[in-house]
């Protein structure tokens, strides 16, 4: 009996934790948007444009990568 008891504690113990991460990620990523918008292309030397590359804000831990 205690065994059972042990399982279903563990699960409601993993559902609270998993509608936890849930909500955290539909919070999180409206709260990063800085309402700004930088527009731009990265080339290498011959001038060609360079997808995948990685594009940090000076100073700050801010990035992207381009497309």
Not at 19 to 45: H, M
């Amino acid at each position: 009996m205690k065994n059972v008891q042990n399982r279903t504690k563990a699960r409601w113990l993993q559902s609270l934790l998993l509608i936890s991460l849930s909500l955290f990620s539909f919070v999180s990523p409206t709260y990063a948007q800085g309402g700004f918008t930088v527009k731009g292309v990265v080339v290498d030397k011959t001038g060609f444009p360079l997808p995948g590359a990685n594009v940090m804000e000076k100073g700050t831990s801010n990035g992207a990568i381009t497309v």
